[in-house]
């Protein structure tokens, strides 16, 4: 099977990470996050992009597409080959600006569907205040208010132009993010519930 994808974009905070988990328990969707991919990888000794993720992650730019769906691919590949039915993905925090935007249509057009993009929505201030609760015990670098703050207006800067472009497409959910997680997925799981 053809792997079918989600892309799921929005603030930094928004609840990306918390509103994909929930969806893998309640619809047949691997989650995967390309941040989380992109980290992992920057700590493995034995990797040949850790040196260029660290120096992009250090600079606050985006990894090169390249190197990002290549890791994605390999994730999508290693859980079709552990199970067939295993087709859906979720990916979170992907693609962030239009070079990987660009960089996933050349590679992957033919190899993978995107169905839609799912865009959580809230404001800068749900946005900080969020990231800033997480800070607590996250134990991520960025979750303090200068770094939350950078990265919404790379947000703003960046993603919003992928966004602006699957919308003329006629492919972005968008989704009120800033209330309850419970009322929030009701919205996600209808989406879902109506696209299939
Ligand atoms: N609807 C919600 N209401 C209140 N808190 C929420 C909600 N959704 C998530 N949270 C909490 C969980 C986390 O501590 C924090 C950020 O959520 P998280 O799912 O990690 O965001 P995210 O994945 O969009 O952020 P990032 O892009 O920074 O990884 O807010
Ligand atoms: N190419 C990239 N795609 C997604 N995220 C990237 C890329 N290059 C660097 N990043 C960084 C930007 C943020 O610091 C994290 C995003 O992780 P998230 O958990 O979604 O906030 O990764
Ligand atoms: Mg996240």
Redesign the pocket.
């Known amino acids: 099977m053809k792997p079918q994808v989600v892309f799921a974009l929005?603030?930094?905070?928004?609840?990306?990470?918390?509103?994909?988990s929930s969806i893998t328990e309640h619809c047949n969707y691997t989650h995967l996050?390309a941040?989380d991919l992109l980290r992992k990888e920057r700590t493995r000794a034995d990797s040949e992009f850790s040196q260029k993720i660290d120096e992009c992650f250090k600079r606050g730019e985006f990894v090169p597409g390249e190197i990002t769906i290549t890791l994605l691919r390999q994730a999508m590949e290693e859980t079709m080959k552990n199970d067939k039915n295993k087709f859906r993905f979720l990916i979170?925090?992907f693609p962030p600006d239009v070079e990987n935007l660009r960089c996933w249509t050349q590679v992957m057009d033919g190899e993978a569907d995107v169905r839609f993009i799912l865009l959580?929505d809230c404001s800068d201030e749900v946005s900080i205040s969020?990231?800033l609760?997480?800070g607590k015990s996250?134990g991520?670098d960025?979750?303090n208010k200068e770094r939350v703050e950078k990265?919404i207006q790379t947000y703003l800067q960046s993603t919003r132009p992928v966004i602006a472009r699957y919308h003329k497409e006629g492919k972005v959910r968008a989704i009120d993010?800033?209330?309850?997680?419970t009322?929030?997925f009701d919205d996600v799981k209808s989406v879902f519930d109506r696209e299939g």
Not at 10 to 20: D, F, S, V
């Open positions: 929005g603030r930094p905070g928004a609840g990306k990470g918390t509103q994909c996050s941040g979170d925090g959580f969020r990231c609760e997480r996250s991520r960025d979750d990265r993010a800033s209330r309850s997680v009322e929030v």
